[in-house]
């Protein structure tokens, strides 16, 4: 039942990336409303699909394919919320091919999960690990935003005028995004470590690769944020300091599922 709602999904996400691919060289609106509808029915499937794996197996999946499914689903649930909110259907056409292609390898990764040691076998890990997954998401959201905000600064400056400056959203819209991004990024990154501190606690502390890239992460964007804050930085320093620490983010990510370890500040 799961790998039938999560293929179904997939099908569907296919879909609305077309749409909104379409929508970047066409700027209809209705492609626009009928990429919003199509995402919000594979948003439904997915999340059925992810409902139906934690409670078939009694707590969230540690598993790299489970992780890969989520992580798809909160950015692409990320990306909806945006385009409510700030009606910028055009980001879909950056976030949806991205979604899909680490949805792709859930199917092809082995599914197997190592049993849990009876000391994490509670309410805390599930929440440790969606939240560390909702930290990934944004900050992959805000380094593509990030990326865009660079782009369109670079076709300004050089006053080269193509097709993505006449689509992509105004540098002001792309740096709130990137900000509001960052925030809600920082926030779960926090409470992940925080959260990671019982596992510590558990099992004692290693230093590691995951370990050490977390809290590089979250000193680099606790730094970002009180220079936003306190320096009035802006604009395309912004941008590439938050794709730095994503890209070391990912360290911790993809680091992560080893069937052995548990606890500290990256995904279990």
């Known amino acids: 039942m799961t790998r039938m709602l999560l293929s179904i999904a997939c099908h569907v996400y296919g879909l609305a990336t077309i749409v909104y691919l379409t929508h970047l060289v066409r700027q209809l609106r209705g492609l626009a409303v009928v990429g919003r509808v199509v995402l919000a029915v594979g948003l439904v499937l997915h999340g059925a699909a992810l409902v139906v794996q934690v409670t ?3 707590g969230v999946p540690l ?4 992780g890969l499914s ?4 909160l950015l692409l649930a990320i990306f909806f919320a945006i385009d409510l909110v700030y009606r910028r259907p055009v980001i879909g056409a950056f976030v949806t091919p991205l979604a899909l292609a680490i949805l792709v390898p859930a199917f092809i990764v082995p599914a197997e999960l190592a049993p849990l040691p009876e000391p994490v076998r509670g309410p805390l890990l599930p929440v440790h690990i969606a939240i560390a997954l909702l930290g990934v998401a944004a900050f992959a959201v805000a380094a593509g935003v990030g990326l865009m905000y660079v782009v369109m600064e670079r076709q300004m400056k050089g006053k080269r005028f193509g ?3 006449s689509r992509l959203p105004p540098l002001m819209v792309l740096d709130e995004l990137n900000r509001w991004l960052v925030v809600l990024g920082f926030i779960a990154l926090s409470i992940t470590l925080a959260t990671g501190a019982f596992f510590d606690s ?8 995951k370990r050490i890239a977390t809290l590089i992460g979250w000193i680099l ?3 970002l944020l009180g220079a936003r804050s306190l320096a009035g930085w802006r604009g395309r320093r912004v941008a590439l300091v938050t ?6 983010l990912l360290v911790s990510f993809l680091s992560s599922y080893d069937p052995g370890r548990f606890g500290g500040g990256g995904v279990h």
């Open 56 to 58: 078939g197996q009694g």
């Open 63 to 66: 598993g790299m394919a489970q």
């Open 70 to 73: 989520l992580l798809s689903f």
């Open 163 to 165: 097709l993505l400056f």
């Open 202 to 209: 558990t099992f004692g502390f290693h230093l590691d690769p």
């Open 221 to 223: 964007f606790a730094l």
């Open 243 to 248: 794709m730095a620490g994503f890209c070391i």
